[in-house]
Nanobody
């Protein structure tokens, strides 16, 4: 049973920083893609960033390029999202997702965390 647990959300002023963490447990496959999505009420879930644990390739949404950095802890199924220069439009519920292969869409991920709220004022 795969579990993803996010932490690190909160409230911050525009221009500030937050770091989100997601710890994955119970995953027995060798290859894993870890991703962050976000959702604003009334809108579709949006991909923010993802990282393939094989090769380490990273993909970012255009809206966060240069401000957000996704990384993975060595030897651990833990992924981080460092968010700098935050803007009010970054306000959303942020979700961690995982599966064997990366996908640009939420339907491509079977495993999801419960979400952590980020509010930028």
């Amino acid at each position: 049973h795969v579990q993803l647990v996010e932490s690190g959300g909160g409230s911050v002023q525009a221009g500030g920083s937050l770091r989100l963490s997601c710890a994955a447990s119970g995953y027995t496959g060798g290859r894993m893609c870890l991703a962050w999505f976000r959702r604003v009420p009334g809108k579709e879930r949006e991909g923010v960033a993802r990282i393939d644990t094989v090769g380490g390739s990273k993909v970012y949404a255009d809206s966060v390029k240069g401000r957000f950095t996704i990384s993975k802890a060595n030897a651990k199924n833990t992924v981080y999202l460092q968010m700098n220069s935050l803007k009010p439009e970054d306000t959303a519920m942020y979700y961690c997702a995982a599966d064997s292969f990366c996908s640009a869409v939420p339907a491509g991920f079977r495993y999801w965390g419960q979400g952590t709220q980020v509010t930028v004022s």
